[in-house]
């Protein structure tokens, strides 16, 4: 239903595909709605993400647009100016580099399918985000750490504000936070999805779909309101680990299933296994030792970083 709704009337469209979980699936009903014919990938021969773009792509018969350019240090820092001169760093220094992807994207049709967010909404990412294991509840503190990871930690924002007036600034907007995870009535994960939308998605993806959007209009069904309400009405333990969309993958796609997957860990195997390496002892260690065995090898036998 979301991907009809947000369906451009009479425009060409592509998706921008890395072959993760959350694009291959998109993929999947885009070509089974008959939406879009064609597939934009970014990165080099090389690259996990393109090798499993380019098997994804070809298994639905979509045509297939490459930029394998990578942004110039120089078109680099022009971003970076831009960002905090024009754009008041709105969204940190995020995406950058999509600068030069966006005119690619922006040549191979004027509205651009995207799977971001996938993983938070649809996933079940945002739970674990903010889980603290030893006292078994979600908590504020976890939150703000984890979100922290992705910025500047309080104590050195306070230190480059400077001053008394700069740690009364932070500690009012940490407090501010704190009241707004505290705010409603709201059953385990339904708190931290809504606070990691309202925060990281809105800043750093919102970054990213800003770039895009001076090229070519992106679509993003993930974020419709419609599939979040559902999302958010949803038992945590039903969807986290991001087994449900595993579930779908493989039960509405399972040609998209059988194709290796990047996981931007050196796991880079068909989805099916990917989605057994939270079950038994032995399936995990199998799993660890392919991972470690793969990174030794691009990293230090053959000195090239595949993952994009």
Not at 226 to 251: G, S, T, W
Request: aromatic residues 8%; proline residues 4%; glycine residues 8%.
């Amino acid at each position: 239903d979301a991907v009809r709704r947000h369906r451009p009337p009479q425009t060409s469209t592509t998706l921008l595909l890395s072959g993760g979980l959350d694009s291959r699936m998109l993929a999947g009903y885009l070509v089974a709605e008959q939406i879009t014919e064609s597939v934009t990938v970014l990165g080099s021969d090389v690259d996990f993400e393109v090798q499993a773009a380019t098997a994804v792509a070809g298994q639905l018969g979509l045509r297939l647009a490459r930029e394998q350019r990578e942004t110039s240090e120089t078109e680099f820092l022009a971003a970076a100016r831009r960002a905090a001169r024009w754009e008041h760093l709105a969204g940190g220094l995020s995406a950058l580099e999509m600068t030069v992807a966006a005119r690619r994207i922006g040549q191979v049709a004027p509205a651009c399918w995207g799977g971001y967010v996938g993983d938070v909404a649809l996933g079940g990412m945002a739970s674990s985000f903010s889980w603290d294991a030893q006292q078994g509840v979600e908590t504020c503190e976890r939150f703000l750490a984890g979100t922290s990871q992705w910025g500047v930690s309080a104590p050195q924002l306070m230190r480059l504000l400077g001053g008394t007036r700069g740690r009364e600034l932070v500690e009012a907007r940490i407090e501010a936070l704190r009241r707004e995870w505290d705010r409603g009535d709201e059953r385990p994960g339904q708190r931290s999805l809504r606070m990691r939308l309202h925060m990281r998605i809105r800043h750093h993806i919102g970054a990213v779909v800003h770039r895009l959007s001076m090229c070519s209009w992106p679509l993003l069904p993930y974020v419709d309101r419609r599939v979040l309400d559902v999302v958010f009405n949803v038992a945590p333990h039903h969807i986290e680990r991001r087994q449900l969309q595993y579930a779908i993958v493989n039960a509405r796609f399972p040609q998209l299933a059988a194709i290796p997957q990047d996981t931007n860990s050196f796991i880079f195997e068909p989805a099916r296994r990917t989605a057994q390496r939270h079950a038994a002892p032995w399936q995990r260690l199998s799993c660890a030792l392919r991972r470690r065995g793969r990174e030794w090898y691009w990293r230090r036998w053959r000195g090239i970083e595949p993952r994009r």
